[in-house]
């Protein structure tokens, strides 16, 4: 049987082994966003005025888009896993390949978003251009936060990709091993985070 | 394996979870406008759990997984809840008490 590594004895013991790895990985990210998660709340709970003013300032339209484009991606990367359990070659490579290109959209979005982001001076620094305390630091986080998200979304770009290519080749044991799931799961987390990054940092100071 | 399942049905399922998770990102837009106050907080992070258990539990399938895997899963919320917790138990508590010590300080 391909697929199965020493020292396990079945595909069944070697799964769950690889899940319960990624999941204890997935934890510590977790763990390790949590940490700016906590800085944020932290100085929006002191300074609750500038973030409003600061969140107003992001592209609602952009992150929306965003977020609709991340759901979407989960969704054809469940289909690749799915797939992968019933065998069916075409459906997960087909799932994969939507799902990278739907990451690769997010990243032109959010590049687009950076570049007006410079434009109208929301880089902390010199020549910032909210004058509300605290809005500075609002955008220490966005642009942190979101900067670690993209570079964990640009790894799972080119680990789906990679997949999917080695896929394609039949250079990978994908039938009855805990490939494509735990390429999932990394996937899924992404699109975790990014739920609640939206509503922290794209929904502020709308409205009434 | 049993019979094989036809690929239509795993698509149409995804199709189902992308549906309701797409309708919570219109409300959550749309709780955003709305003028309820210091509610929308509380309504966005609410909306946002909703999407985040819809993911965890369906595409990662956390419901059917393991139990070294869920406990894997908890103690990442557990420590996240500890770090917010213990920060804010100080955090809002030290703001409240600093004007009693500096008077008596002057």
Same mark, same amino acid.
């Given at each position: 049987?391909?697929?199965?590594?020493?020292?396990?004895?079945?595909?069944?013991?070697?799964?769950?082994?690889?899940?319960?790895?990624?999941?204890?990985?997935?934890?510590?990210?977790?763990? &390790?966003?949590?940490?700016?998660?906590?800085?944020?709340?932290?100085?929006?709970?002191?300074?609750?005025?500038?973030?409003?003013? %600061?969140?107003?300032?992001?592209?609602?339209?952009?992150?929306?888009?965003?977020?609709?484009?991340?759901?979407?991606?989960?969704?054809?990367?469940?289909?690749?896993?799915?797939?992968?359990?019933?065998?069916?070659?075409?459906?997960?490579?087909?799932?994969?390949?939507?799902?990278?290109?739907?990451?690769?959209?997010?990243?032109?979005?959010?590049?687009?978003?950076?570049?007006?982001?410079?434009?109208?001076?929301?880089?902390?620094? %010199?020549?910032? %251009?909210?004058?509300?305390?605290?809005?500075?630091?609002?955008?220490? &986080?966005?642009?942190?936060?979101?900067?670690?998200?993209?570079?964990?979304?640009?790894?799972?770009?080119?680990?789906?990709?990679?997949?999917?290519?080695?896929?394609?080749?039949?250079?990978?044991?994908?039938?009855?091993?805990?490939?494509?799931?735990?390429?999932?799961?990394?996937?899924?987390?992404?699109?975790?985070?990014?739920? &609640?990054?939206?509503?922290?940092?794209?929904?502020?100071?709308?409205?009434? | 394996?049993?019979?094989?399942?036809?690929?239509?049905?795993?698509?149409?399922?995804?199709?189902?979870?992308?549906?309701?998770?797409?309708?919570?990102?219109? $409300?959550?837009?749309?709780? $955003?406008?709305?003028?309820?106050?210091?509610?929308?907080?509380?309504?966005?992070?609410?909306?946002?759990?909703?999407?985040?258990?819809?993911?965890? $539990?369906?595409?990662?399938?956390?419901?059917?997984?393991?139990?070294?895997?869920?406990?894997? $899963?908890?103690?990442?919320?557990?420590?996240?809840?500890?770090?917010?917790?213990?920060?804010?138990?100080?955090?809002?508590?030290?703001?409240?008490?600093?004007?009693?010590?500096?008077?008596?300080?002057?």
């Amino acid at each position: 049987m391909s697929g199965l590594n020493e020292p396990f004895q079945t595909l069944a013991r070697q799964r769950g082994a690889a899940e319960l790895g990624i999941w204890i990985f997935l934890a510590s990210e977790l763990v &390790f966003f949590g940490g700016l998660f906590t800085g944020y709340s932290v100085y929006r709970f002191l300074y609750p005025d500038g973030f409003l003013a %600061a969140g107003a300032e992001t592209n609602l339209i952009i992150g929306t888009a965003n977020t609709a484009i991340l759901l979407t991606s989960s969704a054809t990367m469940a289909v690749a896993v799915w797939a992968g359990r019933e065998g069916l070659r075409r459906h997960v490579l087909w799932g994969l390949c939507l799902t990278s290109l739907l990451g690769a959209g997010f990243m032109v979005l959010k590049a687009v978003e950076y570049a007006e982001d410079i434009r109208k001076s929301l880089v902390p620094g %010199a020549g910032f %251009a909210l004058p509300e305390r605290g809005a500075e630091i609002f955008f220490s &986080f966005y642009w942190i936060m979101t900067a670690i998200h993209a570079v964990h979304l640009t790894i799972g770009v080119a680990a789906v990709s990679l997949a999917a290519w080695r896929l394609w080749r039949g250079r990978v044991d994908w039938r009855g091993t805990a490939f494509l799931h735990v390429l999932g799961l990394y996937w899924h987390l992404i699109d975790l985070i990014w739920i &609640f990054l939206f509503p922290l940092l794209y929904l502020l100071g709308r409205g009434g | 394996m049993t019979e094989k399942t036809h690929p239509g049905r795993l698509w149409r399922k995804a199709a189902l979870v992308w549906v309701a998770l797409s309708l919570a990102l219109a $409300a959550t837009v749309v709780g $955003a406008y709305l003028d309820i106050g210091a509610w929308k907080l509380p309504l966005a992070m609410a909306i946002a759990a909703f999407k985040a258990a819809l993911v965890a $539990a369906i595409f990662m399938e956390l419901t059917g997984a393991g139990a070294g895997t869920r406990i894997a $899963a908890l103690v990442g919320l557990l420590w996240l809840a500890l770090m917010l917790s213990l920060t804010f138990a100080d955090e809002t508590t030290r703001a409240q008490s600093s004007d009693g010590f500096t008077q008596g300080a002057e």
